[in-house]
């Protein structure tokens, strides 16, 4: 099936989809913020660049969009269409960046939260989880 988009209109179409402060990350980030947690954004110091940094907690939060994770829900399930063996690929290869990161983090002795997408839109007990989360005591602190 041939791309509906020319390649310049394909081109501007990839070029909004952004990596940092997407509507799933800003909606958390206000959430936590008027719960009172304080937090660094997108430390270069890190693997992976956490979308947000608890510094004095160790700890980081990842916000993931389910597509380009591969995240098991409907939206992290679905394949385009067309150019599937790429798209397949392109997203292994993030699975496996993530992965590789997570360790680097942990070994580093950080703590870790995966927030996706689907998780934040739902917005069921993602507060809770990560309240839980951030003042949970790990065995390092």
């Known amino acids: 099936m041939a791309d509906f988009m020319t390649a310049a209109e394909r081109s501007a179409h990839m070029a909004k989809i952004r990596s940092k402060n997407t ?21 270069p110091a890190l693997p992976g660049r956490p979308d947000l940094v608890f510094a004095g907690r160790r700890k980081v939060i990842f ?21 599937t063996d790429f798209w397949a690929d392109k997203r292994r290869r993030n699975q496996a960046r993530d992965a ?11 703590a870790y939260l995966d927030v996706w997408e689907c998780e934040v839109a739902e917005n069921s007990n993602l507060v809770v989880d990560v309240t839980v989360f951030l003042e949970c005591k790990t065995v390092e602190q």
């Open 23 to 43: 509507k799933p990350e800003l909606q958390l980030r206000s959430v936590l913020h008027a719960a009172g947690f304080r937090y660094r954004l997108h430390d």
């Open 63 to 83: 916000v993931n969009g389910c597509f380009w994770h591969g995240h098991d829900c409907p939206v992290g399930r679905r394949l385009p269409k067309s150019n």
């Open 100 to 110: 590789a990161q997570r360790l680097r983090l942990t070994e580093m002795g950080w």
